[in-house]
C-alpha cells in the first residue's frame, strides 16, 4: 500500500518551487478548464515526480477516469467548509476515493464544485471532515492559509491541529484574487509550519488547461 503521507514528507521547496511537483490542480471536473487525463499526459511529459488533482468536493477526476494507474498522480481533493467565523478550503491527500464516509462529504450537484455562491454556503463539519480524510488514509492540510481571514493565525491554526490537521499549504503563488486578499506572507505561512511540526505542501491552484 503507497505511504502518501511519507512521499509528500520528502517532497522539498525546490520540488515545488522548480515546478517539480504540483499538488493543487484542478480540472473540468470542477472550476478548472484542464481535462483529467491531458493534465497528467502534460506532467509525464515534463518530468513531473507528483501532481495532485485537488477538485472542489468532488473525486470524479479519479473516479470516472484511469488517472491513478500513473504513478505520479496523488488522489485528492479541495473541500468547502468553515471553520467557526472563518471559510477555509481544506485538502485532503493521499485518500482512498473510493471511501464511503469521504464520498459522503462530496458535492451532490455539479454547481457545488464550481460555482463560488453555491460553495460558500456549505455546512461540512470540519471536524468530522479531518476525521473523514483520515479514515480514509489520507491527510488534511489547509490550502492557501495566507488568504484566510482569522485575526490570529497561530491560533487558528493551533485550533484545527487540535481537530488533526496534518499540513499547510506552504509553496503557493497567491495570483489573481489570492494575491489581493492576502492577509499575511508566505514567509509567515512557513514559520507557523515549522513551528507545529505540520507538513509543508505546495501546487499553483492551476485552473488552466496547461501546466
Known amino acids: 500500500m503507497t505511504n502518501y503521507k511519507e512521499i509528500i514528507n520528502s517532497f522539498t521547496k525546490e520540488d515545488f518551487t522548480q515546478k517539480r511537483v504540483n499538488l493543487h490542480i484542478h480540472t473540468t471536473f470542477s472550476d478548472g478548464l484542464a481535462d483529467a487525463e491531458d493534465i497528467v499526459s502534460q506532467a509525464v511529459d515534463k518530468g513531473y515526480k507528483a501532481i495532485a488533482i485537488c477538485d472542489h468536493n468532488t473525486l470524479d477526476a479519479y473516479l470516472k477516469t ?14 468547502d467548509v468553515w471553520c467557526g467565523y472563518v471559510f477555509m478550503h481544506l485538502l485532503g491527500y493521499g485518500v482512498d476515493v473510493h471511501n464511503k464516509e469521504l464520498q459522503s462529504f462530496c458535492a451532490k450537484t455539479k454547481k457545488e464544485t464550481e460555482a463560488d455562491m453555491v460553495r460558500i454556503f456549505s455546512t461540512r463539519n470540519i471536524r468530522k471532515l479531518i476525521d473523514a480524510i483520515h479514515n480514509a488514509g489520507g491527510i488534511a492540510v489547509l490550502a492557501h492559509p495566507a488568504c484566510c481571514w482569522a485575526l490570529s493565525m497561530d491560533r487558528f491554526v493551533r485550533k484545527l491541529i487540535s481537530y488533526g490537521l496534518d499540513g499547510l499549504e506552504v509553496y503557493y503563488p497567491y495570483k489573481r484574487h489570492r494575491g489581493i486578499i492576502k492577509f ?13 511540526g505540520l507538513i509543508k505542501t505546495g501546487g499553483t491552484d492551476l485552473h488552466k488547461k496547461n501546466l
Open 184 to 196: 499575511r506572507t508566505a514567509h509567515h505561512i512557513e514559520k507557523l509550519a515549522d513551528k507545529y
Open 66 to 79: 484511469n488517472i491513478l494507474d500513473n504513478n505520479i498522480v496523488i488522489p485528492a481533493i479541495e473541500f
